[in-house]
């Protein structure tokens, strides 16, 4: 079946240090893979997105690019904030007309000003 | 804006009791999906419906059962309450398989 498998948090970062949150996958077919962020006390929210292969997801300054290659979905950032202190969420939704979604376990990101 | 309605935010149940969770959408999706989420172990997809009446099982579907009367209105019902199901609950839908999920704000149940 379908996997996702994320860097294991906690990951704690200075205001304005680079962030890199690794992302692989194990899919059959062409999935589509999102990072979603999940703020305390919230649901989640797409950060973004990518359909195919060699596609860049950007938002709020993330970006992740599709690598078909070696299966990967890397979240980074340049300079981080407090504010994007949350859970990120990697994950990909299968070609089925549902899109059935398997997400990955979850990083916590903390950054200390 | 896509919006997905959580009916309770907290919920202190029994073990034993059948509990009802339910979540509606507004944006006439067809797909509607059903999650909890606990520590470590990420999101696990309970069930999913992408029709009316129409239902398949997710990854952990033991001790759970849906309900997709109307196309806004997804439930999950936990037939017969236990411990093991305390959790956090989230609700999602979306339109097409590479169109992203919209998320409820969760129900954070506890079972007693």
């Known amino acids: 079946g379908n996997s996702v498998t994320q860097m294991e948090g906690p990951v704690t970062l200075s205001e304005e240090a680079f962030l890199t949150i690794n992302c692989t996958y194990t899919a059959t077919g062409y999935p589509s893979l999102f990072w979603y962020v999940q703020y305390p006390g919230e649901g989640l929210q797409l950060l973004l997105k990518a359909t195919k292969a060699d596609d860049k997801g950007s938002n709020k300054g993330f970006e992740a690019t599709y690598r078909k290659e070696t299966t990967s979905f890397h979240l980074e950032k340049g300079s981080v904030q407090v504010s994007d202190s949350a859970v990120y969420f990697c994950?990909?939704?299968?070609?089925?007309?549902?899109?059935?979604?398997?997400f990955g376990d979850g990083t916590t990101l903390t950054v200390k000003p | 804006d896509v919006k997905v309605t959580q009916s309770s935010r907290y919920l202190v149940k029994r073990t034993g009791e059948k509990v009802f969770l339910e979540c509606v959408q507004d944006?006439?999706?067809?797909?509607m999906f059903w999650y909890r989420q606990d520590p470590g172990l990420g999101l696990r997809l309970i069930y999913f419906?992408?029709?009316?009446?129409?239902?398949e099982k997710g990854d952990i579907p033991e001790g759970y059962s849906v309900s997709r009367e109307k196309k806004e209105r997804f439930s999950l019902i936990l037939e017969s309450a236990s411990t093991n199901q305390t959790s956090m609950y989230l609700c999602?839908?979306?339109?097409?398989?590479?169109?992203?999920?919209?998320f409820g704000n969760g129900t954070r149940l506890t079972v007693t």
């Open positions: 994950a990909l939704s299968d070609n089925t007309n549902a899109g059935k979604s398997t």
């Open positions: 419906s992408y029709d009316v009446k129409m239902k």
């Open positions: 999602a839908s979306r339109d097409r398989h590479n169109s992203p999920l919209h």
């Open positions: 944006m006439d999706h067809e797909n």
